[in-house]
């Protein structure tokens, strides 16, 4: 009786995922693989930064996945399409505001990643100062990685 339940538990569920073709686990992939994906991501957020300081719809539209999860200090915030409609009128623009990244932390988990850092905002008129703890969750979809997930909560000023 184990025999049989052990043979159609083996054939339930070892037989297909050994049929079955998929990317090399992480584990598979070799070093030079991994960090070029970590590059990627850097690449990205450094990318988020200069279209959040200049206003370029195109980077977001790019970069940021169609289902886009915003999470913000107040709840959730806006989705793609309501982020690119509200950036259309100051589209290009210099943002009132400067962004500095630091403490970057990029863990690649095979077609998924997360980027973690603490981005501090300095107004441009009067130089107050915000800090925010992020992190963001990319997807590959299709050999691209896009911004699937943004998590955003205050940070204390030091």
């Known amino acids: 009786m184990r025999y049989t339940i052990v043979l159609a538990l083996l054939l339930c569920f070892g037989v297909p995922s050994g049929l079955s073709q998929s990317a090399p686990s992480e584990a ?22 200069t279209a959040e300081t200049t206003t370029d719809i195109a980077a977001f ?38 962004v500095e990244m630091n403490d970057l932390e990029v863990y690649v988990l095979g077609d998924t990643a997360v980027a973690a850092s603490v981005r501090t905002y ?3 008129a009067n130089g107050n100062t ?10 590959r979809d299709n050999g691209t990685w896009k911004l699937k997930i943004s998590r955003a909560s205050n940070c204390p000023m030091n």
């Open 122 to 124: 300095t107004a441009k």
């Open 130 to 139: 915000a800090k925010e703890d992020t992190t963001h969750i990319f997807v």
């Open 28 to 49: 598979q992939k070799s070093p030079t693989a991994v960090r070029s994906d970590n590059d990627a991501i850097r690449g990205l957020e450094g990318e988020l930064i």
């Open 61 to 98: 539209e790019r970069i940021l996945g169609d289902d886009y999860v915003n999470l913000n200090p107040r709840g959730m915030g806006p989705g793609k399409n309501k982020i690119l409609e509200g950036m259309k009128p100051h589209a290009g623009q210099a943002a009132p505001y400067s």
